[in-house]
């Protein structure tokens, strides 16, 4: 015989004392409606507004310009660059030195497909090789803060290189130095301060990183792959921070904001309108922007934007992008990544105040 089942009542209790969030909404609720009834276009003046600082980012940007087929594109040359032995390759070739820093070499893979590609596909690739290397989430946290001090693509890069030759700066040590040794320096520091649960990996110790997929089936997959990265992760979460700065030009807060970042620019060595682009928008348009500058600007200031665009920014991808690829394809949680991802913007400002203050006298 069965038994008369009826489900257990709800205790009373638990609705009927207030909660935070209850108390939350209906302050919210209350204001609405008083912000209805005095200010009847508010609402629509708020959406207007959000719409306007996203629109040009979302759809000028990555939708209907280069930088979209860009994304795609460079998931389609990492993946190709994988599968011919280009990861293990790199592998071999740091192994000498990260042996001796005690750390595993696999930290540098995501810094090296940030250079030659796009800094989201760098992660869509190189998270799951520091996971299949078994490097710790203390070395994972590196490969994020090293990644942040390379050019997240290509053009960023030969455009600054267009911009330092207008000013007759001589790129190759400011290259070195600030794109190259990084790789190396970034990785040491953090694994001696911040980030110290590293350990020495034998070659021996270490998978191989080549797939063995077929080419055609490397290179479907691959743009199907960089499709879903541009409309499933970054275009969300771009859209996500510039209605933050929507909301806050709303509020008349965003002009205060924009003024402070500016002189902290300068301060910083950095050419605050290149700057704030980089920051904001996109490096690359950062750069291209160098060029048509006045040729009697302080040199300073070029090479430190000139450092600073050569970086993981904009601020969309440190608190958007990266976070979110990061989670899927590695052991890291979201907020690990962005603490790491902003140590990593930490260290890049101030390499680009460090080399715009102190090595400019000697590339001019």
Not at 23 to 46: E, R, Y
Not at 243 to 271: Q, R, V, Y
Request: hydrophobic share 55%; aromatic share 10%; net charge neutral.
């Amino acid at each position: 015989m069965e038994e008369n089942k009826t489900p257990h009542p709800m205790p009373k209790a638990s609705r009927a004392s207030w909660n935070l969030w209850e108390i939350i909404g209906v302050i919210l609720v209350f204001g609405l409606l008083l912000l209805l009834l005095l200010s009847p276009n508010s609402m629509s003046q708020l959406f207007d507004t959000i719409i306007k600082e996203v629109k040009p980012v979302v759809v000028d940007i990555f939708l209907t310009s280069e930088i979209g087929i860009a994304i795609i594109v460079s998931v389609i040359v990492g993946r190709i660059l994988e599968r011919l032995g280009f990861t293990d390759g790199l592998i071999r070739l740091f192994v000498p030195i990260m042996k001796w820093f005690k750390i595993n070499p696999s930290v540098i893979i995501p810094s090296v497909y940030n250079i030659l590609g796009d800094i989201n596909a760098a992660g869509k690739i190189s998270g799951p090789i520091l996971v299949k290397a078994n490097a710790t989430k203390a070395e994972q946290k590196i490969a994020v803060a090293t990644m942040i001090q390379s050019p997240q693509s290509f053009a960023t890069f030969v455009l600054g290189l267009i911009a330092l030759s207008v000013f007759g700066i001589n790129a190759f040590p400011l290259v070195i130095l600030s794109i190259f040794v990084p790789i190396i320096v970034v990785p040491f520091l953090l694994s001696r301060t911040i980030y110290r649960d590293t350990k020495k990996v034998e070659l021996a110790d270490l998978p191989r990183f080549t797939p063995n997929t077929r080419f055609l089936h490397t290179i479907f997959a691959s743009a199907k792959e960089g499709a879903e990265l541009l409309f499933l992760i970054i275009i969300p979460a771009v859209a996500a921070v510039f209605f933050f700065i929507g909301a806050l030009k709303f509020a008349g807060i965003w002009g205060f904001i924009e003024s402070g970042l500016s002189s902290s620019l300068t301060f910083l060595s950095i050419e605050p309108t290149t700057g704030i682009i980089s920051v904001l928008a996109a490096p690359t348009l950062a750069v291209a922007g160098l060029a048509d500058l006045a040729t009697n600007i302080d040199p300073r200031l070029i090479v430190g934007s000139f450092v600073l665009a050569n970086s993981g920014l904009p601020l969309s991808v440190i608190f958007g992008q990266v976070p979110v690829t990061w989670a899927e394809t590695s052991d890291l949680t979201e907020k690990e990544t962005l603490g790491a991802a902003v140590i990593g913007l930490i260290i890049r400002i101030a390499t680009a105040c460090m080399l715009g203050y102190w090595l400019t006298p000697f590339l001019v």
